[in-house]
């Protein structure tokens, strides 16, 4: 194995307790931890890498100085989710650091809430006995079609029936016999037009004569 | 019928982290479990697109988090009468739990209790089920920063609350 200084060790270490470690570099803390000649200085964070080797025992051999650092990163919500699952793990053991068993409620209660499981197992015929609320749309296309042609049946049977209305126009043609009957109705057209023209205009007239009155009154 | 079974065997993976989601946001056991039947009757009226739901367990989260939501505004009364802690004592703890156990949970369920909806809700996500920030900030509609500083605030505020704890 190649030689690793002091320095390079404790700058991944920085690095790691704040979650910022590649997998390689990762790789070599646990390839470092891993074997014999570790510095003292380090020694407090061997049990740490050892755990979370894969071929290591699952029996958390963590000391309390690792639980600190990793407390102080779970409180500031700094944690990975690997770190977490190791401060679960050994809080949920009983043999945990006199100094730590205050922080332990908070992760015994989580593994509780965690073990909560549903009663009431998933059945077909649960689902089979609820009415169901939605109609499938195909059928509701169906039935909105087939309305329409009901109703639009309907009206058009009811109009083909009815008996042909004269229009206005049609009931008050009269087709005169000879040019002095036209000419008569001719001038009995006009004069209506006429008269209702004088009655329009004499209307409009009365409501100007209104407006003006009160535009005096205002002023 | 094969569908229906497979359909089911999807589900039940996930199941218990639906409800205890439903739990923790409805405070009420049978409040949860008509949560998740709804769930499924949704699912099941849909199951062809179900089939081709990527993340089925996210889907279904979001889904049981929109029926949890439902059912707070339209209940007609807050129904936290009925703890969850007594269901919680009851249904998750190990057999030989130890009393001490059970009187530290209470007081824990109490201080989450007490915390602010998206407080509570992101610290149960988090350190109960285990979902990583950007499934918790897809979940919940908040970025990842906002999912941080909420589980920093929850988890200060257990830190405060258990300090002087004895155990």
Redesign the interface.
């Known amino acids: 194995m190649r030689t690793m200084d002091t320095l390079y060790i404790e700058t991944l270490l920085e690095k790691f307790w704040n979650a910022e470690t590649t997998d390689q570099e990762e790789a070599t803390l646990k390839e470092y931890f891993n074997q014999d000649a570790v510095d003292p200085v380090f020694e407090y964070a061997k049990p740490f890498f050892v755990v979370m080797d894969e071929s290591a025992e699952i029996v958390p051999d963590l000391t309390a100085s690792v639980m600190h650092k990793l407390l102080e990163k779970y409180y500031q919500a700094e944690t990975t989710l690997e770190e977490e699952s190791i401060l679960k793990a050994y809080f949920t053991q009983e043999s945990i650091s006199e100094e730590l068993k205050p922080h332990a409620p908070i992760f015994r209660s989580f593994e509780m809430v965690a073990h909560v499981e549903m009663k009431k197992g998933l059945s077909i015929d649960h689902l089979k006995t609820k009415p169901t609320r939605i109609i499938s749309l195909t059928w509701v296309k169906v039935a909105a079609a087939a309305v329409f042609f009901v109703v639009g049946g309907y009206f058009v049977m009811q109009h083909a029936n009815q008996p042909e209305v004269k229009t206005m126009a049609k009931a008050r043609y009269i087709e005169p016999d000879n040019p002095e009957e036209a000419l008569e109705y001719t001038l009995k057209a006009l004069a209506m037009v006429s008269r209702k023209y004088k009655k329009g205009e004499a209307q409009l007239l009365e409501g100007m004569r209104t407006i003006n009155e009160a535009k005096g009154a205002g002023n | 019928m094969q569908n229906?079974n497979n359909l089911?065997k999807q589900?039940?993976v996930f199941?218990?982290k639906?409800?205890?989601y439903a739990?923790?946001m409805l405070k009420n056991e049978l409040d949860?479990?008509d949560v998740?039947?709804e769930l499924?009757?949704r699912i099941?009226?849909r199951k062809d697109q179900f089939d081709l739901i990527e993340n089925k367990e996210a889907w279904c989260m979001t889904v049981t988090r929109n029926l949890c939501i439902d059912k707070i505004r339209t209940r007609k009364q807050n129904s936290q009468d009925i703890s969850d802690y007594h269901?919680?004592?009851d249904?998750?703890?190990?057999p030989d739990?130890i009393t001490e156990?059970r009187e530290?949970?209470k007081?824990?369920?109490d201080v989450l209790n007490s915390l602010p909806e998206n407080q509570k809700e992101i610290i149960?996500l988090?350190?109960?089920?285990?979902y990583?920030y950007k499934e918790i900030a897809e979940l919940t509609g908040l970025s990842e920063d906002q999912v941080?500083?909420n589980?920093?605030r929850a988890?200060?505020r257990?830190?405060e609350k258990?300090?002087?704890?004895?155990?």
């Open positions: 229906e089911f589900i039940e199941k218990n639906l409800f205890r739990l923790n949860a479990e998740i039947q499924l009757v099941w009226q269901f919680i004592a249904h998750g703890a190990p739990i156990d530290n949970l007081i824990v369920m149960h988090r350190d109960v089920e285990g990583t941080k500083v589980l920093f988890r200060q257990l830190k258990l300090k002087n704890f004895k155990y």
